[in-house]
């Protein structure tokens, strides 16, 4: 909210806004911060315009920073001005029929009735208990006056008391009636124990909770670094009798000075004539570039224009501030900065609800963030120019994804019809490297022999989905199963949202390729539909086949490509479905896959959250690794075409062997094994294949303990590892015949030996 240049002071404007009256009262100019809490003044100015405006829901005093009293504190307001009304009209408390007709009484009564108006809408504690003393002079006059004057004073003590009880049952005195003992007149700082305003800088409207709820426990603290001279303080607390915990994030734009604010509310006002153009968006890293250059310009002219001196880091702090309340997605940015978060919920409607996220090692927290309407319609429509579809009533669903710097992560919104209440936004942070097999086994997601299992079976280029619900992992499963392709060969990827870690293999000198398709929640859209874009990849050459996500009729043609592509390359990618058979089930009789294309898939790995008993904790976990068998001809399920591999233990929480695949029963690694020199007919040769990948895997865990360094758990080392695995297996295979495991795994431990001690250095 801006006022208008030269309105006067404490003027006021009421706008609807997400649903509701928000009252703004003007106080720029004012050489005082506006504070209902420590001034009755400015408590009895906002009264007074309640009593002109009952409908009103917010309060905002507007400043260089905006102060924001909510819902609860600002009924508790309208609530006394309604009494001052009900007090002054129905009752008629100044009229001599309420204050009686004896006319030496009078003058006394009546002064104590204005005072107690008075104070009631500038103190409405002090009213109360100046209400009380008042009412108990009363009974005490009652005993020594005439009896002829008896009925009067008891029929005035009885009018007081009915307009005492009505006080002394208002929300405000009754929540500070235990803390009344003790208590002085004209003392306010009472009143700083229900009247603590959001305080939000004036460029931006998402309102903030400064601060620390009363009564919570310190469960963590730690900061996020946002830059060289910028970074957010957040703290983890618990409430009494609350299942959520809080996440309370304390950002930089929030604890700026009052002069660095005027700065930055002057500069936006000259940015926002300058937004961007729809096609500007496409390159969303440059446009930032060029507008933190124009910001850092601009104000850096303002500053001097205000005889204001900012350092080098101060200028960029404000920069990346303005960039991120302008072009930019404000407070979501900061919250994206927190690798702990992987999932952020923007409820509708919107400007009444705290922002939810998932926490890494907390799970479900509730924020001290509630978004404006004004900031939600904003992001709507930058996400409409990033993405280049529609989002309205006739397509009230947008999938897209949001790039900043090496922040990624997938947007979801919805809007009317769909959500009646309007805009409504679920983020999914994506981890800024990708995710692997042995991040994965240190979170006890798989165990190293499970990865083992993958590796080999990666290598051995067989069809596998992986399978879950929704937040399951999958799709990071999938990605870090991306990394165990040898670099040399090459990788088509087709996705309707980008969620595979492309960008990171290119870095890493894969040869990838990425394909977008149109989702298929879209019912017309420029993109080429998943389906064509897996049939086009089959033109493409001799690849790696990798599917983001089966949802829809394209799951016919990923089984023409997985019978193609069968015996010679990896084909991959994810699917909704809790087993084997749920996954059966989906792609047969949903997506109308013909059965025997069916068997065309190879591996089925499930993956799904594990509760705790009580309920208030979840685990991501792969609970089941099956191969899918050729024999039946209907049901798998009833002929059994499912084998499991690996199957989890919920008492050990881990992944176990099954005796099929211990006794070397697996159809598939016996095909793996059919095509290598050697390994025909020799499982032992085969299986210490596995369990070498395994001891690989787990070693690079342990020398990550050890040495503090978690690196080499990260892509890159990763990548590196395998590599050097595939060249000492290769010559070890040259000198004997086969890689065999007291071979390969000294010589590979020696590598790593080197590779730790140059990072070291």
């Not at 919570?216 to 957040?234: M, R």
Request: one cysteine or more; charged letters at 25%; hydrophobic letters at 40%.
């Amino acid at each position: 909210m801006q006022f208008e240049k030269g309105a006067p002071l404490y003027s006021y404007e009421i706008q609807r806004k997400g649903g509701e009256d928000v009252l703004y009262i003007n106080y720029l100019g004012a050489s005082f911060v506006p504070d209902i809490a420590g001034s009755p003044e400015i408590m009895e100015r906002a009264v007074d315009v309640l009593i002109e405006n009952p409908n009103v829901s917010r309060i905002v005093f507007v400043q260089q920073k905006n102060y924001n009293y909510d819902f609860t504190e600002t009924s508790l307001l309208l609530e006394i001005a309604q009494l001052y009304v009900y007090f002054l009209k129905q009752e008629k408390i100044l009229s001599k029929e309420k204050i009686g007709r004896v006319e030496q009484f009078f003058p006394q009564r009546y002064n104590d009735l204005v005072s107690f108006l008075f104070l009631l809408k500038k103190d409405p504690i002090a009213s109360y208990t100046e209400l009380k003393r008042i009412i108990i002079q009363g009974k005490i006059l009652s005993e020594k006056i005439e009896i002829s004057f008896k009925s009067d004073q008891t029929n005035y003590v009885g009018f007081l008391e009915r307009i005492f009880d009505l006080l002394e049952k208002s929300k405000l005195i009754q929540k500070v009636f235990s803390h009344l003992e003790g208590y002085s007149k004209g003392d306010r700082e009472i009143y700083y124990r229900i009247f603590k305003p959001d305080v939000i800088p004036n460029f931006t409207f998402t309102r903030l909770v400064a601060d620390l709820p009363e009564d919570a426990e310190l469960i963590d603290q730690y900061k996020i670094s946002l830059g060289v001279s910028d970074e957010s303080l957040v703290t983890i607390l618990k409430k009494k009798d609350e299942s959520k915990l809080i996440y309370h994030i304390a950002p930089p734009e929030n604890f700026l000075s009052e002069d660095y604010n005027m700065l930055l509310n002057l500069a936006r006002g000259v940015l926002v004539e300058h937004q961007p153009k729809a096609e500007e968006f496409t390159d969303t890293e440059r446009t930032r570039q060029v507008f933190f250059n124009i910001a850092r310009d601009l104000l850096r002219d303002l500053a001097q224009t205000k005889s204001l001196n900012l350092s080098y880091s101060d200028l960029d702090k404000l920069s990346t501030i303005l960039v991120r309340h302008t072009i930019g997605f404000g407070l979501i940015e900061v919250l994206l900065q927190d690798k702990k978060l992987q999932d952020i919920s923007l409820n509708a409607p919107i400007s009444k609800t705290p922002i939810f996220v998932r926490h890494q090692d907390y799970e479900e927290c509730l924020t001290n963030i509630i978004p404006s309407q004004e900031d939600a319609d904003s992001w709507a429509a930058k996400f409409r120019m990033i993405s280049g579809r529609p989002l309205d009533e006739a397509n009230p669903i947008l999938d897209t994804q949001l790039e900043i710097g090496k922040i990624n992560a997938r947007i979801a919104i919805i809007q009317r019809p769909l959500s009646p209440d309007g805009l409504a936004y679920a983020i999914r942070r994506h981890r800024e490297e990708p995710w692997t097999l042995p991040l994965f086994i240190q979170n006890k997601m798989i165990n190293p022999f499970a990865a083992g299992l993958f590796s080999f079976l990666i290598d051995g280029s067989r069809t596998l989905l992986v399978a879950g619900t929704r937040s399951s992992g999958k799709t990071s499963l999938l990605g870090s199963l991306m990394l165990e392709i040898i670099p040399k060969h090459r990788i088509i990827v087709i996705e309707d949202s980008l969620e595979l870690p492309v960008d990171a293999l290119r870095k890493l000198k894969y040869d990838i390729l990425r394909m977008k398709v149109r989702s298929a929640l879209l019912k017309t859209t420029t993109e080429v539909s998943a389906e064509d874009g897996i049939r086009t990849s089959l033109r493409l050459g001799d690849s790696c086949l990798i599917i983001g996500e089966v949802r829809s009729v394209e799951a016919k043609a990923l089984y023409e490509a997985m019978r193609i592509g069968a015996l010679a390359n990896v084909v991959a990618g994810t699917i909704h479905g809790a087993s084997p058979y749920g996954v059966f089930d989906m792609v047969v009789n949903d997506l109308g896959v013909p059965t025997t294309s069916f068997k065309a898939t190879d591996i089925i790995a499930i993956c799904n959250p594990l509760k705790s008993p009580d309920g208030l904790h979840s685990w991501r976990r792969v609970l089941q690794l099956s191969e899918i068998r050729k024999h039946w001809k209907n049901d798998p399920l009833e002929e059994k075409g499912f084998v499991d591999l690996l199957k989890y233990n919920v008492e050990k929480d881990e992944l176990e062997a099954t005796e099929d695949l211990i006794n070397g029963d697996s159809e598939v690694i016996k095909q793996i094994a059919a095509n290598v020199k050697g390994w025909a007919g020799n499982w032992d040769a085969v299986y210490d294949n596995i369990l070498l990948r395994a001891k690989i895997k787990k070693e690079i865990i342990d020398v990550a303990e050890k040495s503090k360094n978690n690196e080499i758990l990260e892509s890159k080392f990763n990548t590196l590892s395998n590599h050097a695995f595939h060249r000492i297996s290769d010559e070890i295979r040259e000198e004997i015949g086969l890689p065999f495991s007291e071979r390969v795994f000294p010589e590979w431990q020696k590598w790593l030996n080197e590779e730790i001690k140059k990072v070291s250095i």
